[in-house]
């Protein structure tokens, strides 16, 4: 993504587990987690590689303060997020690809 930045969550296949991150570049650090990069990271041990959902922000400030935010939802609270976005839980890795 060529401006502003973007805050995501990615899940495993069984979608148990989340991961919620920020970057100014969504296809190149969601393949970072494909490729599992850090193969000592978090997204890397536990198989999360699953983009199921995303927001763009004008602003890094506002992608981190929204981050901070979504790391202290529920569980339940992502799912409905997740849902609300991407009720299909689809893999939106390709739809981002040509940003």
């Excluded at 999360?48 to 004008?58: M, P, R, S």
């Amino acid at each position: 993504m060529a401006k502003g930045c973007c805050v995501y969550i990615l899940v495993n296949n069984r979608h148990t587990v989340f991961y919620v991150g920020a970057t100014s570049n969504l296809y190149a650090r969601i393949t970072q987690h494909r490729e599992k990069v850090n193969s000592r990271s978090f997204t890397a041990r536990y198989n999360i590689n699953k983009l199921v959902y995303y927001e763009t922000f004008d602003s890094r400030k506002e992608a981190i303060a929204r981050e901070k935010q979504l790391k202290t939802y529920s569980r339940i609270k992502k799912i409905e997020l997740i849902v609300g976005f991407n009720p299909e839980w689809n893999d939106l890795y390709n739809t981002v690809k040509y940003w």
